[in-house]
């Protein structure tokens, strides 16, 4: 059974970067999309951008300035940095398997931007 | 982006009740669509994609119906676990967009 497991702080001050990672245990990392999503407090669930195992990425256009995603495959996990944070970034951040019909899920993190 | 918009946003219902929710797309998205069952706390559940098939061991009570821009998710049978918000998912066009969500709440 594969599962997925963010970490990361779980508070982050205004301008900083946002940095978690997920790891990904029960299978192989290899010959998938993964990506990364988030769920503000109240609101719809957001896609932020994935990454296939290979290294290629793809970003929403409304983050795509300030997101970056990277991948290690020899240790199974993948990363999100997001940079110059506001108090809007603050949401549950999940990682996930695919960039839709997404059938394995972090836990989620619950991520405060924060002076 | 495509806009997804889900009714009702919420809905009262009783164990053993048939509950329908709608997606509509703001273009059409042929059958690139997805429903997933978010419990209070929990990551998202996939119950349905490419608009009808059934994800591997989800109950046959929910069925996913529609095409282009019109979407429904049936759940025949409510039962205490169902009680939770369902949301929609295009993949046809890029980025992937969500559903507002349909909260099913206890009669």
């Known amino acids: 059974q594969v599962q997925l497991q963010e970490s990361g702080p779980g508070l982050v001050k205004p301008s900083e970067t946002l940095s978690l990672s997920c790891t990904v245990s029960?299978?192989?990392?290899?010959?998938?999309?993964w990506s990364w999503i988030r769920q503000p407090p109240g609101k719809r669930l957001e896609w932020i951008g994935y990454i296939y195992y290979t290294g290629s990425t793809n970003y929403n256009p409304s983050l795509k300035s300030r997101v970056t995603i990277s991948i290690d495959t020899s240790k199974n996990q993948f990363s999100l940095n997001l940079s110059s944070v506001t108090a809007a970034d603050t949401a549950v951040y999940y990682c996930?398997?695919?960039?839709?019909?997404?059938?394995?899920w972090g836990q989620g993190t619950l991520v405060t931007v924060s002076s | 982006d495509i806009q997804m918009t889900q009714s009702p946003s919420s809905v009262s219902a009783s164990v053993g009740d048939r509950v329908t929710i709608t997606c509509r797309a703001s273009q059409g998205i042929s059958s690139y669509l997805a429903w997933y069952r978010q419990k209070p706390g929990k990551a998202p559940e996939l119950l349905i994609y490419a608009a009808s098939n059934l994800q591997t061991g989800v109950p046959s009570r929910f069925s996913g119906h529609g095409s282009g821009t019109d979407f429904t998710l049936t759940i025949s049978g409510l039962q205490p676990e169902d009680f939770a918000t369902y949301y929609c998912q295009q993949a046809n066009s890029f980025p992937p967009t969500f559903g507002g969500g349909t909260t099913v709440e206890i009669k």
């Open positions: 996930a398997r695919g960039p839709a019909a997404i059938d394995y």
């Open positions: 029960g299978g192989s990392i290899s010959g998938y999309y």
